[in-house]
């Protein structure tokens, strides 16, 4: 198994509110609906007020790289990678567990 975890944090003058960053968030909300690759997903916006603190994150997890590399690819992984790539910079770590 690979855990896949991504943290967000939002670029400066965006809010969680800021209708950019919603659409982002709903983008990969039920993604392990679409993707059957997935077997574990969660994701949701941080309610940590501490400044080092990051906005929005993702766990998750596939069954190999295999996996990895076919949720990666997904249209729909695409097109919310698109959104927030307009809203935020993030950072990634994949490891096996």
């Not at 994701?43 to 906005?55: F, H, K, T, Y």
């Not at 590399?69 to 990678?81: I, R, S």
Request: charged share 25%; hydrophobic share 50%.
């Amino acid at each position: 198994m690979i855990r896949h975890l991504v943290l967000f944090k939002l670029n400066d003058g965006i809010a969680k509110d800021d209708p950019r960053a919603v659409a982002a968030a709903a983008a990969f909300d039920g993604l392990d609906k679409e993707i059957q690759e997935l077997t574990f997903w969660e994701c949701g916006w941080n309610v940590s007020e501490r400044p080092i603190a990051v906005d929005f994150a993702i766990n998750s997890a596939v069954a190999d790289s295999d996996a990895l590399k076919v949720y990666l690819e997904h249209p729909a992984h695409q097109a919310g990678v698109a959104l927030w790539r307009e809203i935020a910079t993030w950072v990634i770590a994949d490891y096996p567990y």
